[in-house]
């Protein structure tokens, strides 16, 4: 039960912490912060694939696949995100 206490309250704070973070980007740093956080989820990525093939039972194999598939499409979202407000910036001629 106290891990689960500790659990809860450092994801309520981590959530708190990335809501001011990011509230507080002015728009000229977004694409070097979308860039960073494309970093983070590229080892979300390596851990959800570590988790996966763990062989911790079918539950653990099950939340790392689609820990694996969430994370996929995040790092390809934010890869096609950052490449077109990069485009944004390019001259035309």
Do not use: C, D, Q
């Not at 206490?5 to 001011?20: Q, R």
């Not at 980007?25 to 988790?51: E, F, K």
């Not at 039972?57 to 790092?75: K, M, Y």
């Amino acid at each position: 039960m106290e891990n689960l206490v500790t659990g809860v309250t450092v994801f309520v704070l981590a959530i708190v912490v990335g809501v001011e973070i990011i509230t507080k980007v002015p728009p000229t740093l977004h694409t070097p912060l979308m860039s960073g956080s494309n970093a983070i989820s590229g080892i979300t990525l390596v851990g959800a694939l570590i988790a996966t093939g763990a062989g911790e039972g079918w539950v653990a194999t099950s939340l790392g696949f689609v820990a694996v598939v969430f994370a996929a499409i995040n790092v390809v979202g934010g890869f096609l995100v950052t490449h077109r407000m990069l485009g944004m910036f390019r001259r035309k001629g």
